[in-house]
């Protein structure tokens, strides 16, 4: 089922996210099958629950044209991070036109829960480093827009927002 992506400055994006608990539910297993489903038709490399309105730790990483399938991270966190960082557009589906340079670690070490409840760490330094960490940033409330220093493409938009006092 798809669901409705939420845009900023829908509250929920900006509010606090609760642990999921293992066995996971009917109700979670439903809205992780169901944020596949979104963010594949919505064309999208990564989605957190705020964004479809569910104040939980839930993340989608949808890297396919990378060769690698939909799957989701529970209560995932960065345990550490590398020295260098790049810097590389971002934008996202709760803020549609908004595109900008955000300056990240390349490399992070993340710790979540599968699907089973197993505890799972990772260390990554490519795509799945870059999503994860945009993605984990909306769980704890964090938007693109308090990282981008300078704005690129949807200038038009970032101004529309600028006026109205959003950004
Ligand atoms: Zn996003």
């Given at each position: 089922?798809?669901?409705?992506i939420?845009?900023f400055?829908?509250?929920?994006?900006?509010q606090?996210?609760?642990t999921?608990?293992?066995?996971l539910s009917?109700?979670?297993l439903?809205?992780?099958?169901?944020?596949?489903?979104?963010?594949?038709?919505?064309?999208?490399?990564g989605?957190?629950?705020p964004?479809v309105?569910?104040?939980?730790?839930?993340?989608?990483i949808?890297l396919?044209?990378?060769?690698l399938?939909?799957?989701p991270?529970?209560?995932?966190?960065i345990?550490?991070?590398?020295?260098?960082?790049t810097e590389?557009e971002?934008?996202c589906l709760?803020?549609?036109?908004?595109?900008?340079?955000v300056?990240?670690?390349?490399k992070v070490?993340?710790m979540a829960?599968?699907?089973?409840?197993?505890?799972?760490s990772?260390?990554?330094?490519?795509?799945v480093?870059?999503?994860a960490?945009?993605?984990?940033?909306?769980?704890?409330?964090?938007l693109?827009i308090d990282?981008?220093?300078?704005y690129?493409?949807?200038?038009?938009?970032?101004?529309?927002?600028k006026?109205?006092?959003?950004?």
């Open positions: 089922m798809l669901l409705q939420k845009t400055p829908d509250l929920i994006l900006r606090p996210t609760e999921v608990s293992f066995p009917k109700d979670i439903k809205l992780t099958q169901d944020m596949i489903d979104t963010v594949r038709k919505a064309d999208g490399i989605l957190a629950a964004q309105g569910r104040a939980v730790k839930l993340i989608v949808n396919e044209k990378n060769d399938p939909p799957f991270l529970y209560n995932p966190r345990v550490s991070k590398g020295i260098k960082k590389i971002e934008g709760s803020l549609p036109g908004v595109y900008g340079v300056k990240r670690p390349k070490t993340i829960q599968n699907t089973e409840g197993k505890k799972v990772f260390t990554d330094d490519g795509w480093s870059r999503v960490q945009h993605e984990i940033d909306h769980i704890n409330g964090v693109i990282l981008i220093k300078k690129t493409q949807g200038e038009e938009t970032v101004q529309g927002w006026d109205q006092k959003l950004l």
